[in-house]
């Protein structure tokens, strides 16, 4: 899971199927807090979701500037090209 599609869906999936979120509204300029209606609680859930998907540490600080889903899931691909093995 690398490119912004494949970690985009996996995001959509979980806020589908675990926050309830309406498919329709996830989308990459979704707002996390008021379109998506997430609250502290609820985000701090996903980057436990994130972390067991991934395989990867998040630190909250990664989390502190997020407002948008596609905010989310840029943080996601370059916590995964950080932690890829350099050639």
Same mark, same amino acid.
């Given at each position: ?16 199927? /675990?926050? /309830? ?6 989308? !990459?300029?979704?707002? *996390? ?8 609680? =609820?985000?701090? =859930? ?14 909250? /600080? ?16 370059? *916590?995964?090209?950080?932690?890829? !093995?350099?050639?």
């Amino acid at each position: 899971m690398k490119s912004y599609d494949e970690i985009f869906e996996a995001i959509r999936n979980i806020l589908v199927a /675990e926050f /309830e979120c309406e498919a329709d509204a996830v989308t !990459p300029q979704a707002a *996390l807090f008021t379109d998506l209606d997430l609250d502290s609680i =609820d985000a701090v =859930d996903l980057i436990v979701r994130l972390q067991n998907l991934t395989g990867l540490k998040v630190k909250a /600080e990664d989390f502190r500037q997020i407002r948008t889903l596609d905010d989310v899931v840029k943080v996601i691909q370059r *916590l995964i090209a950080e932690q890829a !093995p350099q050639a």
